[in-house]
């Protein structure tokens, strides 16, 4: 075991996102995902989910709901509140979120 375990996702959300003071940080969207659709764009910061707090645990707060659901969202862009709509999809059946489950054997199998 390498320190790490993965978790198949069974929503796509369709970005890459960071923690932030007030929620998440949009790092990347994909192309034609629902966080594209929604109007996320790389910078935002992602505050609310459905009148919820966006945090970290992003993709289990998405498997609450049904596919097809659409979901209200409120993120800042350089300061100005935007709002959109999310519509729930599944994952790409090649999507899998990875976590680690001891730091010393990962930074050993990273060689640091």
Request: charged content about 15%; glycine content about 8%.
């Amino acid at each position: 075991m390498l320190g790490a375990k993965y978790h198949k996702l069974v929503y796509g959300f369709g970005a890459k996102f960071k923690a932030a003071p007030l929620g998440v940080q949009i790092v990347s969207v994909n192309h034609g995902s629902p966080a594209h659709y929604a109007g996320l764009s790389a910078g935002d910061i992602l505050i609310a989910v459905d009148n919820l707090q966006a945090t970290m645990q992003l993709e289990k707060q998405l498997e609450h709901y049904q596919l097809g659901d659409l979901l209200n969202l409120h993120w800042f862009r350089r300061d100005i509140l935007m709002q959109g709509q999310l519509q729930i999809n599944a994952a790409e059946l090649d999507t899998i979120q990875l976590a680690l489950t001891d730091e010393l054997k990962a930074k050993a199998w990273l060689h640091q």
